[in-house]
């Protein structure tokens, strides 16, 4: 597609149920990264896949946040037994190698849990 | 610790005059900088972009001046339009292939 691509673009979730938030890259980006941006804050880094590389996982908050990235296309973020902390705006981007053209945002998923 | 950080969470311009938005940064191993512009309910989006190797980056009415010394650069938009109205974010990475690391931003509105 012409840009990334993010699904759900809201989720309101019950406090404690899991939730999975897609990410379609654009095609041809080797580099795919997870933000969050929670009220009043920058953007955080959660995790940052680069082609086949074992993902950098530095920035995952605990042990509830994981993500994969299948065949070098599509992630998917999964949070588990989510809280209340969790409800933020999680964006995703891709890139190709290097910096001269920065990232590419998706539109984000609102995820509020209640 | 905040190694990127936008000391002015918001901004107010009249339009046609500069707009001029500051970023400080702890990091010295930081070598690439760039600023992304964040409008509501959209992702952000790439700007201008400066490595360490340059002070300053224009293109068209933005430029992006870089001071190593003093671990500072900051955005100058002249002059400043309505549609300028944003979050600006100034984001700073050791490498390319290092997750940039963002501020927190700052608001810019520039009143018509």
């Known amino acids: 597609g012409a840009g990334v691509s993010q699904s759900p673009s809201n989720k309101v979730t019950e406090k404690g149920k899991d939730v999975e938030l897609r990410c379609d890259p654009i095609s041809g980006h080797t580099a795919l990264y997870w933000y969050r941006q929670s009220l009043g804050q920058g953007l955080e880094f959660l995790i940052y896949f680069q082609g086949n590389s074992a993902p950098d996982k530095s920035g995952l908050p605990s042990d509830r946040f994981s993500a994969e990235r299948t065949g070098g296309s599509v992630s998917t973020l999964t949070i588990q037994r989510t809280q209340q902390e969790d409800s933020a705006v999680y964006l995703c981007?891709?890139?190709?190698?290097?910096?001269?053209?920065?990232?590419?945002f998706g539109s984000g998923t609102r995820l509020t849990v209640v | 610790d905040q190694q990127v950080k936008q000391n002015s969470p918001s901004l107010s311009v009249q339009e046609g005059r500069i707009s001029i938005l500051n970023c400080d940064y702890t990091?010295?191993?930081?070598?690439?900088f760039l600023w992304y512009k964040k409008y509501p309910a959209e992702g952000p989006t790439f700007l201008i972009s400066?490595?360490?190797?340059?002070d300053k980056n224009e293109d068209g009415r933005f430029t992006v001046f870089l001071n190593k010394s003093a671990k500072h650069l900051s955005l100058h938009i002249v002059p400043s339009q309505p549609g300028d109205s944003a979050v600006y974010f100034c984001a700073a990475s050791p490498s390319g292939n290092t997750p940039l690391v963002f501020g927190k931003g700052t608001r810019l509105s520039v009143i018509a």
């Open positions: 981007a891709s890139s190709i190698q290097g910096l001269d053209y920065g990232y590419t």
């Open positions: 990091n010295s191993m930081f070598d690439y």
């Open positions: 400066i490595s360490s190797i340059k």
